[in-house]
Nanobody, 121 residues
Framework: VQLQASGGGLVQAGDSLRLSCAIS????????MGWFRQAPGKEREFVAA????????HYADSAKGRFIISRDRAKNTVSLQMNSLKPEDTAVYYC???????????????WGQGTEVTVSS
């Protein structure tokens, strides 16, 4: 499985950005796709996850109310719509594939290369 994240960039605080993750091959119904991020000097942290079949979602507290994760089964992509961005959202964002709807990164077996998001104040 290969994951290709895209959509990062430089934006101002309050702006929106949409990240996308292209998935090679067809995900199984049990597949869970997640987004994580890693800010400079910090550990990787969970952002959001979605179950491929049931559209069940799970968000980090920092993402609730601002970010929306979604999947397009026809295009085999997962997106992360990020609204009301803050400077503290600055990080490299990674998409990951697993089978458990969880925030624990060790439950995700495949990882994309990351896309960088910078939010200026």
């Amino acid at each position: 499985v290969q994951l290709q994240a895209s959509g990062g960039g430089l934006v101002q605080a309050g702006d929106s950005l949409r990240l996308s993750c292209a998935i090679s091959g067809r995900p199984f119904s049990s597949t869970v796709m997640g987004w994580f991020r890693q800010a400079p000097g910090k550990e990787r942290e969970f952002v959001a996850a979605i179950r491929w079949s049931r559209d069940s979602t799970h968000y980090a507290d920092s993402a609730k109310g601002r970010f929306i994760i979604s999947r397009d089964r026809a295009k085999n992509t997962v997106s992360l719509q990020m609204n009301s961005l803050k400077p503290e959202d600055t990080a490299v964002y990674y998409c990951a594939k697993g089978s458990v709807l969880t925030s624990q990164d060790y439950d995700y077996r495949s990882w994309g290369q990351g896309t960088e998001v910078t939010v200026s104040s």
